[in-house]
């Protein structure tokens, strides 16, 4: 699963769906608001409809990104799932996105804690690598223990996003690191594990489901074992 564990000298973790989840879930949220805009969309049917968006914005925008962008594309992903509420980009959007910035909406999974305790004690610095927006610092060090990273990437600080090569090599050029001393554990097997490799990282995949086919930790607190 790693090429060369003795000689990674940074682990970063992808923040979504590795480190920290929303609490109730992005689908719960847009569906409350929703309704308060008069939207009769039901939970399901809203978490389909923002998969697909976020696929397709992914696609249609490709990689390159920055603080306006990242707003005016979730603005249209707000606007997507919900075609029946009039200018859904508007106060329904800026409901939205001021509720994600609050880490007080944001969990960190159960793993995480003791994971990173033991990293730690390795003494491997800790850092996050995430597509997200400027809103990502400050929930990051209002959580124990992200709190304690030791480097903050996120896209739009960046300026492009997972999986594009930029997003590695930009990052590894302010660490003044070789790629290969460089580790990423994420959950997307495309934007982290494939990603980083494909950019000459060390990666590992997260599926805490146990249902991938690739080479996978069903946990983080499998990660130490792999260093050691």
């Known amino acids: 699963m790693l090429t ?8 970063m973790l992808d923040a ?3 480190v920290i989840y929303p609490r109730p ?4 949220v847009y569906a409350t608001h929703g309704r308060k805009f008069g939207s009769r969309l039901d939970t399901e049917t809203i978490a389909d409809r923002l998969q697909e968006s976020l696929q397709q914005l992914a696609t249609d925008c490709g990689n390159t990104t920055d603080e306006a962008r990242e707003y005016g594309r ?4 707000v606007t997507q799932v919900f075609d029946d509420v009039p200018d859904a980009g508007g106060t329904l959007f800026q409901n939205l996105w001021h509720h ?10 159960d793993d995480v804690p003791a994971a990173w305790a033991d990293l730690e004690a390795l003494g491997l610095p800790i850092g996050i690598a995430s597509n997200f927006d400027a809103r990502l610092p400050p929930i990051c060090n209002q959580l124990a223990p992200l709190d304690r990273h030791q480097h903050l990437f996120y896209s739009s600080r960046v300026g492009v996003a997972k999986p594009h090569p930029n997003f590695f090599h930009t990052i590894q ?4 690191l070789p790629a ?3 580790l990423l554990v994420g959950d997307d097997v495309r934007n982290d594990f494939l990603g980083a490799a494909e950019a000459g990282w060390q990666s590992v995949l997260l599926d805490r489901t146990g249902t991938s086919e690739l080479p996978a930790i069903r946990s983080l ?8």
């Not at 879930?25 to 719960?28: G, K, V």
């Not at 050029?173 to 003044?176: G, H, I, R």
Request: charged share 15%; with cysteine.
């Open 4 to 11: 060369a564990p003795g000689s990674i000298r940074v682990v």
């Open 74 to 77: 979730w603005k249209t992903i």
């Open 180 to 182: 290969h001393a460089i």
């Open 100 to 109: 994600f910035a609050q880490a007080e909406h944001w969990c960190v999974y």
């Open 25 to 28: 879930s992005a689908a719960e």
């Open 173 to 176: 050029q302010t660490l003044d």
């Open 16 to 18: 979504v769906g590795t």
């Open 221 to 228: 607190r499998q990660l130490c074992k792999l260093l050691a």
